[in-house]
């Protein structure tokens, strides 16, 4: 497994990092044992926050970079990985 | 026309008058109940140091007592949808970052709860308003709900306890879907809205319960106080607060005689719209919401001439599946059975917003935009799901398939194309669906009602919408307040365009029929008859009206309106011919029915 804890990650489902979008990324990042923070345009927020990740307002085509600490830091970028290149699951 | 009373200014007893847009009709006077879901007053008050931890215990209470009536709210929701709205919202609530950050300002700066609760909600809401995506600016309305919530807990009040008493007049900025569900389960007589219009799902769950209501009055639950007397005469449009006694009988006998009247007409519910002379006309009506459907089977509709599906794709994130369009035609068509349902593919544009459609750009001109059957030939998967849940529907009783703004024969065959790949897709896949199920048209564009002749040949059927025909026909944009007074349905342009498509109809023997709002208005009865209309389609409450019309008239006395306001030289001339006809042979009609005021304010004015 890649040890990789940041990168530019692509969104490419249809309606951008919306209410629902951004649950799925919120509870993924709570699920483990890291820090996870998201930025885009300049601003980052904390991945844990469902309300920081809807202010940064990322429709679909905009690029988000993703960096995480902690313990559990690589897993859980990972998952987030898989969970926007999967396109939330609503592709 | 109306003996309303013709006082138009506060007096000084505190009496207001004010006009809306009469959404649902009827007359009702009853004491005020305000819903507030809009101005929460914050109040901005600092904590002493000895009692920042209770302060903080005081809010983290409120949260957890707001997550527990959202789970409760979820628990009553049977939609999908909602309930994933909900969720989110309960996500919100247990943000770190929103409730760190609340904690962390009522005890560094000593304010109270409620004050930094509302501070932090409103940088969230004003970052979220400066978003170039209409999703993200939109979103912030449910941060404010939310907080709305999280304040009214603090004050120790319940939001979702709508308990108006009987006989009450609800008086609303406007109200969510919720509030609306609650509504139908009590028993009070109008509503009054400062927000909505016409199609707003409000105006339509108050037709749906069949009670007067008028919307699109600003600031009306600003200047109306819980039990001030409210008289709603939603015919006209007309809300009267603070009546003066001596009016107020006046207003009661209005309302007893629109009363009675309503139950005489409705007592021939179940008799056929026919002319004295034999000629019948088929009366169907337009629903919108499930919760409709009712109403038209009680008013006596021979089917559902206009199923909107538009609301099918509103307040959701993701669009409807094949297998929800399927359910839904279902279900209608085994309530409407044995008469036909005509369903709509989605009409949508900028101008009535989904969240399913990324408008990239504000269109300048919506109505002349990338809308309705446009945008279902761009957004192809969405049409090509509903238009394969509608076959498999019509499996299970007669239903009709309608192409919304076609402009001719070519676009009219792409839509057509959709229909058939649909259909490919449902038997590659080996799914039931019916084989011949009938496909119409709209016609309410000058374009297609000037080759009406050309694509007669191809439809079973088609519908004027003469809304939509108005507007274009006429250029006017009736909404906008300084051309709206040329939004003149007998303009002559209109009505040879109506005739001549009616005369295509029967030529070629494809069923004509009428949809628009026109096909409610008792005053265009006989014109829209006499022109050759043999079908008109509106909503329920307005078709016993128009039976009765029907029913006490012969089709030569209505060709004979017809061909004289044909040959009137202007607009002018056939509304007052129209006017005086009408309004002597039918005056409790007239003064009853529902209609545009335009023509009854130009009316009295002549």
Known sequence: MSNETEGDLDIINDLGLHARAASKLVKVANSYDAGVFVAHEGREVNGKSILGVLMLACAKGSTIHVRCDGPQGAEAYKAIGDLVRDGFGEM | ?606
């Open chain 2, 1 to 606: 026309m109306s003996k309303s009373p013709d006082e138009r200014r506060d007096d000084g007893s505190g009496r207001d008058q004010r006009t809306g847009i009469a959404a649902s009709p009827g007359v009702a006077i009853g004491p005020a109940y305000v819903v507030d879901r809009r101005r929460i007053h914050v109040p901005h008050r600092t904590v002493d140091k000895t009692e920042l931890d209770a302060e903080v215990r005081r809010f983290r209470k409120a949260l957890r007592e707001t997550q527990a009536q959202l789970e409760q709210i979820k628990s009553r929701l049977p939609h999908g949808e909602h309930r994933q709205i909900l969720k989110a919202q309960q996500l919100m609530l247990r943000d770190p970052d929103l409730t760190g950050g609340v904690e962390q300002t009522i005890r560094e700066a000593q304010l109270c709860a409620e004050w930094a609760l509302a501070k932090a909600t409103d940088e969230i809401v004003a970052t979220l308003q400066r978003a170039d995506d209409q999703y993200f600016r939109e979103r912030s309305s449910d941060i404010t709900f939310l907080a709305d919530r999280v304040l009214l807990t603090l004050r120790g009040e319940h939001p979702e306890q709508i308990r108006p008493p009987a006989g009450a007049v609800v008086v609303a900025h406007d109200l969510s879907p919720a509030d609306t569900a609650e509504l139908a389960r009590t028993e009070v007589v109008g509503m009054v809205m400062a927000g909505g219009g016409q199609t707003s799902h409000s105006a339509i769950i108050a037709r749906s319960m069949e009670i007067p209501a008028v919307v699109g009055i600003d600031d009306i639950d600003a200047t109306v106080q819980d039990g001030d007397t409210v008289i709603v005469d939603a015919i006209h449009g007309v809300v009267v607060v603070r009546p003066r006694p001596a009016e107020l009988a006046q207003w009661e006998e209005i309302r007893d005689r629109y009363e009675q009247f309503e139950d005489r007409v409705q007592r021939e519910h179940g008799l056929p719209a026919t002319a004295r002379d034999g000629t019948h006309i088929t009366l169907r009506a337009n629903v919108a919401l499930e919760a409709e459907i009712g109403s038209a089977l009680f008013h006596g509709a021979e089917g559902v001439g206009l199923y909107r599906t538009e609301f099918m794709f509103m307040e959701r994130d993701v669009p409807p599946t094949e297998e929800e369009h399927y359910r839904l035609a279902k279900m209608v068509l085994r309530r409407v059975a044995p008469y036909p349902v005509v369903f709509r593919t989605f009409d949508l544009g900028s101008d009535k917003p989904t969240k399913l459609i990324n408008f990239n750009e504000r269109e300048r001109n919506p109505a002349m935009g990338l809308r309705s059957l446009r945008l279902a030939l761009r957004e192809r998967e969405m049409f090509l799901a509903q238009i394969r849940g509608l076959l498999r529907a019509a499996v299970h009783g007669p239903l009709r398939i309608m192409m919304p703004l076609i402009s001719g024969v070519s676009e009219l065959r792409e839509a057509f194309d959709a229909v058939a790949e649909a259909r490919r897709q449902l038997e590659d896949a080996r799914i039931a669906h019916a084989q011949d199920v009938p496909v119409g048209t709209m016609i309410e564009m000058p374009s297609a009602a000037l080759i009406a002749d050309r694509l007669a040949p191809h439809v079973d059927f088609m519908s004027i919408g003469t809304n939509d025909l108005i507007q274009y026909t006429l250029a006017i944009d009736r909404d906008n307040d300084h051309v709206g007074y040329l939004y003149r349905p007998l303009h002559p342009a209109v009505l040879r365009l109506v005739q001549s498509i009616a005369a295509v109809g029967k030529e070629q023997g494809v069923p004509v029929s009428l949809c628009g709002e026109m096909a409610a208005d008792p005053r265009f009865t006989w014109v829209l008859v006499g022109l050759g209309v043999r079908e008109l389609s509106m909503h329920p409450s307005a078709i016993p009206v128009i039976k009765n019309i029907i029913r006490s008239s012969d089709i030569q006395e209505m060709e004979a309106l017809a061909e004289r306001v044909l040959a009137a030289p202007d607009v002018d001339e056939a509304e007052r011919l129209v006017l005086s006809v009408m309004s002597e042979r039918f005056p409790e009609h007239l003064e009853h029915g529902g209609g545009q005021p335009w023509l009854v304010e130009r009316g009295q004015r002549s």
